[in-house]
């Protein structure tokens, strides 16, 4: 792929930023304050506006319900308009309510059962309020100890729970199963793996897809591989990036193992125009910034998907897959390290230079007078 090329696709990539991922968050043990974090979902709006003003690397803002809950979402919806981006997509939350104490969408109490599908069906009419397409489903359901539920009765009361609200979707919206191999279900997990999440996909049609985010995978799991099994079968629908150390820790994406991040960038390119407005895999940032300052933070996490992207791009795909037929083992895998061991910095550089934004996004918003009123606004 020749610069100019490089330098398009780049200029076009953008990744949906979490409305949560200004707000206050904490670890296991506590929320901190952090200086300047937004109070509500109108400051989450403004916090990604100013971001993409900077990176100009933001396609909307995700929204979590019911933390993101306004009367007017039509207004809402106006308002993302306004501020130059939109909102995208729509999470439901299965994992604060006390009543979801033994399970959600999959609890043996039918009047439980039927609060979380109502609770669903109100984000989606979120989403035709907004003009949302993705419904990203993360349940929690599952079993702490040995004897606690009978796993296939669970699992049937989740398919059946999801094939109603499934068929509640409108025709161009989209179902994304996230996985989760434990936590807060550290027996087992109903949605523990892909493969799981996969097979139910399948069973609820074309409308349903998996999404995979990186932070949920056991140690050592080779997620590049899931990517390009799952982006095969035309399964891929979505993609949390963040990193992990140990486990679902929410860090900065690329903060751990940038390689492994763009082994998977790799993979997606051979799947995805990743810098087409029409793919068809939605591209989110998960993460808790728990001691970062948020809006620093979420345009280091696009820098480093920037970065990294661009990496990718300077893969020979053609030279590549000539080494894997000749079981040229060595080669093959120099020509990935090639790429990745290339400085392309420059590149971000010029693009931002020609698009008449910051050329270090990370350092301005640092000395920014405008992030600083922010904070100073907010207390």
């Known amino acids: ?67 993101d809950k306004v009367e007017d979402y039509k207004a809402l919806k106006d308002y993302a308009e306004e501020k130059g981006t939109k909102i995208g997509a729509v999470n439901p939350n299965y994992f604060q309510d006390e009543d979801y104490l033994f399970g959600s969408l999959s609890n043996s109490d039918k009047k439980i059962r039927r609060k979380a599908i109502e609770q669903t069906f109100e984000c989606i009419e979120i989403m035709r309020q907004t003009d949302s397409k993705i419904l990203s ?146 591209l989110v940032l998960d993460q808790s910034h728990n001691v970062k300052p948020k809006i620093p933070a979420v345009v280091q996490s696009l820098n480093n998907l920037q970065i990294t992207y661009a990496k990718s791009l300077l893969v020979d795909y053609d030279q590549l897959k000539q080494a894997q037929e000749k079981h040229d083992v060595i080669v093959a895998e120099e020509i990935l390290k090639d790429a990745y061991e290339k400085d392309v910095r420059d590149i971000l550089r010029e693009v931002r230079k020609e698009k008449g934004l910051p050329e270090n996004p990370v350092k301005f918003v640092r000395k920014s007078d405008e992030y600083w009123e922010v904070v100073k606004r907010r207390g």
């Open 137 to 282: 489903m993360w349940i929690p359901d599952g079993s702490n100890y040995p004897g606690q539920i009978d796993f296939k009765r669970s699992f049937d009361l989740l398919e059946d729970s999801l094939k109603q609200i499934t068929k509640e979707l409108d025709e161009d919206m989209t179902m994304l199963l996230e996985y989760k191999f434990f936590e807060p279900a550290f027996y087992s997990t109903l949605l523990c793996d892909w493969g799981t999440s996969y097979m139910l996909s399948k069973e609820l049609g074309d409308k349903v897809k998996v999404l995979i985010d990186l932070g949920h995978h056991p140690q050592g799991t080779n997620i590049e591989y899931i990517v390009s099994i799952l982006s095969y079968k035309g399964k891929l629908g979505g993609f949390h990036f963040n990193s992990r150390k140990y486990a679902d820790d929410d860090l900065t994406v690329g903060s751990i193992d940038p390689y492994e991040l763009f082994l998977i960038f790799v993979e997606l390119n051979k799947y995805f125009d990743l810098s087409s407005e029409n793919q068809d895999i939605s």
């Open 1 to 67: 792929m020749n610069l100019s090329k490089i330098k398009e696709k780049i200029s076009n990539f953008k990744v949906e930023v979490p409305s949560w991922g200004f707000g206050r968050s904490g670890t296991r043990f506590h929320a901190f304050h952090i200086p300047g974090e937004a109070r509500n979902i109108y400051e989450k709006i403004d916090d990604a506006a100013f971001v993409n003003k900077i990176t100009d690397a933001v396609s909307a803002v995700a929204i979590h319900i019911p933390w």
